[in-house]
């Protein structure tokens, strides 16, 4: 089973698939400034949650793509719902091969999902040239939260520390405007909230046969997060602005 179809199972009650809270999207969405008519592109949109929270509070519209047809299924049955279908548009596409109209857009955003271009780098580099001028990038990445990370952990996970992901941002024409970072609890949810779906999906598949890998992929994941993830990985979302 590969890791995208995991997700499907693992996130079955979450909206938001990542360790952050409505509340904290919305004081980006403020800060940012948005406001009825702009416009958004989310790339790895997920169920277009963080859509959906901007359009009902400050009146967007906009463009979500993901990769995954499960997700923009539920992504569009929502939009469909709040009877939005003609103001967000879901793509099923790869972020990275999506053409879009150059500055076409107030916030171009990705949200955990930098891996689409690989790293935050070619995240800036991938969405750029989206942004209409005074436009942000919108940009959620995990981050060391300590140069100390023990050997074995270190080996199987390289993420920046969050001086490099500024020095980054930098380099690339850019200033950092505004972070929110996750809370422990935060983190507690997201994990958490993984396991509940696949634990449930366990409970009614007893004859799945792939279900032996998806209770490893379970355990590896509770024991990743107890033994290293809860105490070196840090998670924030950085607004960027081009430099002045
Ligand atoms: C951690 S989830 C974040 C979802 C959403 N941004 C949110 O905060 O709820 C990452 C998302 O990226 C999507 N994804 C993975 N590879 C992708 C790609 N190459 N292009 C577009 N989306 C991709 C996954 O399907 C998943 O929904």
Known sequence: MNFLDLKDISERYMELVNPISAEKLLRIGQVMGLRPGQRVIDFGCGYGEMLRLWGDTYGINGVGIDVRAAACERARHKFARMGWQDRFEIVQS???????APASFDVAACIGATFIWGDFRGTIRGMREAI?????????EVYWRTALIP????????????????AVARQEGFEVGFVVRSSQDEWDNYEAGNWRGLLDWLAENPEHPEREEVHRHLRESQDEYTRYGREYVGWAIYVLRKQP
């Open 94 to 100: 790869r972020g990275e091969e999506y053409v879009y």
């Open 132 to 140: 209409r001028p005074g436009g942000s990038l919108t940009i959620g």
């Open 151 to 166: 050997p074995a952990y270190a080996r199987s996970e390289q993420f920046p520390t969050e001086p490099e992901l500024f």
